[in-house]
């Protein structure tokens, strides 16, 4: 019933400012989260450019970095900015979050391509993730590119229970962790880019 000349159109650069909206939405939920989303998008978009994904799959991993925590708002905020150690029913609230995340994704026909490596960013190559304990078998590399990202731009921030990490650090933990639990393609082109400042 809407009028005509009141319908807008889907377009690329609609969904892009859509997609950005929601993720300041997000942001704004919790000051220790503030940008998170924007940095998420802006690592994995640069590490899948980095690693010749084409230019319809960049902005596809943009899109779906600014929307992977769109399941926190599902998620209470005295959870997310709880200062100490979480309790095991906090942990498993805030685990569900990814879930939420797929669950609105997928509802959003303009979205739908994206739910899955959007709603997979906490898992890791060993099974030992969450929300579904996906294996690598499971994982495609947009799935792969935003998991290491998100733990990038989480280690780089302060955060309610930690200040942010010094890079060497983060680098540490990235390359410890690759190979069994992350994908190493994905910390060698993250790792190459914040060394030639391309990040």
């Given amino acids: 019933m809407e009028p005509a000349e009141e319908v807008l159109m889907v377009t690329h650069g609609r969904l892009d400012l859509t997609a950005l909206a929601f993720a300041q939405i997000i942001d704004a939920k919790?000051?220790?989260t503030f940008q998170h989303?924007?940095?998420v998008a802006?690592?994995?978009a640069a590490m899948s450019e980095y690693m010749g994904f084409p230019p319809e799959a960049v902005r596809d991993q943009t899109r779906a970095g600014l929307l992977h925590d769109i399941g926190k708002l599902g998620v209470s905020n005295r959870i997310l900015d709880?200062?100490?150690r979480l309790t095991d029913e906090e942990f498993t609230r805030v685990k569900m979050h990814p879930a939420l995340t797929y669950q609105v994704l997928n509802r959003v026909t303009a979205f739908r391509g994206i739910a899955?490596?959007?709603a997979s960013h906490h898992e890791k190559l060993d099974g030992s993730?969450?929300?579904r304990g996906l294996t690598g078998d499971d994982l495609n590399g947009p799935a792969r590119i935003l998991a290491v990202a998100d733990i990038f731009d989480a280690l780089s921030q302060d955060?309610?229970?930690r200040l942010a990490m010094p890079m060497e650090k983060v680098f540490s933990i990235l390359d410890r962790e690759g190979g069994d639990k992350l994908c190493p393609a994905s910390v060698k082109a993250l790792i190459e880019l914040v060394e030639k400042d391309k990040l």
């Fill in 82 to 84: 709880k200062p100490g």
């Fill in 159 to 161: 955060r309610p229970y």
């Fill in 42 to 44: 802006r690592a994995a």
């Fill in 37 to 39: 989303s924007e940095g």
């Fill in 129 to 131: 993730g969450y929300h």
């Fill in 30 to 32: 919790s000051p220790f």
């Fill in 116 to 118: 899955r490596a959007a």
